[in-house]
């Protein structure tokens, strides 16, 4: 059983920069989860994984995103693209048929090809090979419904794991890897905390406690590790946090002041994250 991980959770723009914010308040104080043997993430989460992992520290990455000194994905996810999401989403009140309506959404989509989803991914990304770091991405198969973890150990390079982790339908088809279609772990779960069932010390980060619909939440599966004898901590934007964030976590604008927050909230939830990471 590794020692510890840290799971950071999907949800944009405004995720990351909350993330980013927490880890650097945290480290403020002298809680470094960077360190973390496990860096495991959904979509944005995965992207912020890879940054830790390549040995950024959490202050400069703040830095960046208060600053907006770095240039973050700009995607326009339309309304008709979340009514589209939302159909399949709320169509079912089993998280497994959610996953399944929505893996037929992603492979719906055929005016997207898989190379513009690498354009666009791959210009996010900070290095080109898996690091040395263990880094776990977590992504969906559309044609089973099956969660995976993609690592350096999975017989797949880093910008297809990446790819795959960030493709959102509708906005972008599933990648192919394999003989699966993969599309965005968050279309699963928000964080995928409960795959981390192999780590003694957790603490998940989650931007969004919960998707849409039967979706399980942050807590529940926080629930499920511990369940299994991990101890686990863990975080989520208080009110001050999601008035920050606003209605679009794609708007960035929004970054410096979620990422503010963030920090704020790992300073003040540094002993009980401390007591977790430490204990």
């Given at each position: ?23 650097a ?16 993430g ?8 890879l940054?830790?992992a390549?040995g ?27 009514l ?6 709320l ?9 399944e ?6 492979l ?8 513009a ?9 900070p290095?080109r090979?898996?690091?040395?770091r ?7 198969d ?13 017989g797949?390079?880093?910008?297809h ?5 960030c ?28 795959l ?9 980060l989650?931007?969004?406690?919960k ?16 369940a ?11 009110r001050?946090?999601?008035r ?6 794609l708007d ?28």
């Open positions: 059983m590794a020692d510890t991980a840290l799971v950071l959770g999907g949800g944009g723009l405004t995720a990351y920069g909350w993330q980013v914010g927490v880890l308040g945290l480290a403020d104080v002298g809680v470094h989860l960077a360190d973390a043997a496990v860096l495991a959904t979509s944005a989460g995965s992207l912020l994984a940054d830790l390549r950024s520290a959490p202050a400069d990455l703040y830095k960046e995103q208060v600053g907006r000194e770095r240039a973050m994905l700009d995607v326009d996810f339309t309304f008709a693209m979340t589209r999401y939302l159909w399949a989403a169509g079912s009140r089993d998280p497994k048929t959610v996953v309506r929505i893996g037929r959404l992603a719906s989509v055929r005016d997207v090809p898989e190379s989803v690498f354009d666009a991914i791959g210009s996010q990304l290095v090979d898996w690091p040395e263990t880094v776990r991405m977590f992504a969906v559309a044609l089973t419904g099956e969660p995976a973890a993609f690592d350096a150990g999975s797949t390079d880093l910008l794991a990446m790819s795959a982790t493709a959102l339908p509708p906005l972008f088809p599933p990648i192919t890897i394999g003989s699966g279609r993969w599309m965005d772990g968050g279309v699963r779960s928000t964080t995928n905390a409960d981390v069932d192999d780590c003694a010390r957790v603490v998940v989650a931007p969004i406690p998707g849409a619909g039967a979706s399980p939440s942050a807590r529940s599966q926080v629930g499920t590790l511990a299994r004898g991990a101890r686990v901590a863990l975080l989520t934007p208080d001050e946090a999601r920050a964030f606003g209605r679009n976590p960035a604008s929004r970054i410096p002041g979620a990422a503010r927050e963030g920090r704020r909230q790992g300073a003040a939830h540094a002993e009980r994250v401390r007591e977790i990471w430490h204990g």
